[in-house]
Structures are given as C-alpha cells and as structure tokens.
C-alpha cells in the first residue's frame, strides 16, 4: 500500500510531531482528528477530538498542565511529577475530513464508548461532571454579595439548588432538583435541542450554543434525600437572594 507520507512538519524537532504516533497519517498540523492520549507511565489513556490542527489542541493540553489546572489529563501528569510532553503520547486514532465537524463529535463518542475511556484508567470524564464547578463561593452580578456554598455535588447528586451560570455573559439562573442532576441536565439539553421557548434554551440559542456549551451547573446548596420541602423553600430563597428574576438573570418566575 502506497504511504500518504505525511512526513514531521518540516521544523526541525517539532515538539509535537515527537509525541505524535503518526504512522504517515498526521504530524502536528494535522486537523479534524480522534486522537487517544496514552500515559508513559501507566495505563492511563484519554480519547479526545480536535478541529484545530493538533499542535494547537497540545499546546492547550500544555498550559493547563503547567498551570495545575483541575481536569483529569493535568491531574494525571502532575501526578506522576511530569508536564504534559513527559506523560502523554498522541496516537490519531481516526482522520477525518476537513469541516466534518458533526461526524468528528460522533467518532470521538464512538471511541470513548469502545475503549471504555470513562472507566478507570481511562481519564475520560462524565460530560456532566464536567459541567459541575466545584467551588467553595459564589455571587450574583446582581448584588456582589459573596456566598459560600453549601456541599459538594457531581452528576448523580439530588435534592440540589443549582445556578447556572452562561460562559459568555453575566446571564444565570437559580433551579433546583430531586432528581439526578445528570437527569435534570439532560432535559436542558434537550429542549435547547428542540429550540424550546424558555428563558435557558432560548439564551444559549441566542449565543449560538448548545446547552453544554452555554452554561456551566454550580451547585448552591445540597439537601438531604426527600426533603422536598425545604428544597422549594431553598429555592425560592435562593432566587430572592440572588436577584434571579431580573437581568442578567434568567429565572421567570419569584
Ligand atoms: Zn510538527
Ligand atoms: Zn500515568
Ligand atoms: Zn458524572
Ligand atoms: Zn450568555
């Protein structure tokens, strides 16, 4: 079989061509790519995807690390004491063709689900996890008033009092939940999906975004199992405090 023989880039030691596995199918400038990060050091692996030309998906892999930042991939290398070049090798594990962005999303979730990346050692985190900022204060555009929150949560926490919070403005919303938040937020995605005529979904459309893209979830207060009750109350006070019913914030009702 004719190689495509798609050499190193032509810099002379590129940093991330030396941790590419290419096999003449990518180097460092390579876009629209699933890509698998293996561990040097352990079984350690994550399944990833870019758009962007992979140097350009390293180099954010690179800061975060340096910085300690609190995801997985960098808790992983600092870990093992190593920065992001130390630990990790990138192996292409499917090209793609420019601008097939939506087939891009599909494979990535493709890989995860046949490598089991969600599972220990793979470092693939929960989609919703990942939305759940784990913080000890918060406040409202509205007041500036810093609270603390009051437990900690992740995605199959209930009986929740959350806010949301968008990525690209001020906008939030106070909610609350006896279900799974991980249920809770995959009625939000949908029905920004369906383009549904509520203050969230219409938000994170106005941005262009979906709702994982939009917003990040910020839990305020976790109450104990069945005290449904309280969490309307909570809620309701929650709101008030916050200002919620106002701009920035989303909430529709007091
Ligand atoms: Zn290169
Ligand atoms: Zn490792
Ligand atoms: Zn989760
Ligand atoms: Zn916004």
Do not use: W
């Not at 870990?79 to 999303?105: I, M, N, P, W, Y």
């Not at 305020?220 to 909570?234: D, F, M, S, Y």
């Amino acid at each position: 079989m004719e190689s495509t023989g798609l050499q190193p880039c032509n810099k002379s030691r590129c940093k991330t061509c030396a941790m590419v596995y290419c096999n003449g199918t990518a180097n460092c400038r390579t876009s629209f790519v699933v890509y698998k990060l293996g561990c040097r050091f352990c079984n350690a692996f994550y399944v990833g995807k870019t758009s962007c030309p992979l140097n350009k998906r390293v180099n954010v892999y690179r800061s975060r690390t340096k910085e300690g930042a609190n995801e997985s991939l960098s808790q992983h290398a600092i870990k093992h004491g190593k920065d992001f070049d130390e630990c990790f090798s990138v192996r292409v594990l499917q090209r793609l063709r420019e601008g097939q962005a939506t087939k891009l999303h599909l494979e990535e979730k493709e890989q995860i689900k046949k490598l089991v990346a969600f599972k220990p050692p793979g470092l693939n985190t929960c989609k919703t996890c990942a939305m759940v900022y784990q913080g000890t204060e918060y406040s409202s555009p509205n007041t500036e008033i810093i609270y603390r929150v009051n437990g900690t949560a992740n995605c199959q926490t209930s009986f929740v009092v959350y806010k949301l919070r968008c990525r690209f403005c001020n906008a939030f919303y106070v909610g609350k939940t006896s279900c799974p938040l991980n249920k809770r937020v995959n009625v939000y995605r949908s029905r920004t999906k369906a383009g549904a005529n509520e203050s969230v979904s219409q938000h994170a459309i106005k941005h262009g975004k979906d709702f994982d893209e939009c917003f990040f979830v910020r839990v305020l207060q976790r109450l104990r199992e069945g005290q449904a009750t309280k969490l309307h109350l909570e809620e309701k006070e929650q709101i008030k405090k916050l200002v919620a019913f106002k701009p920035p914030g989303l909430n529709t009702y007091r």
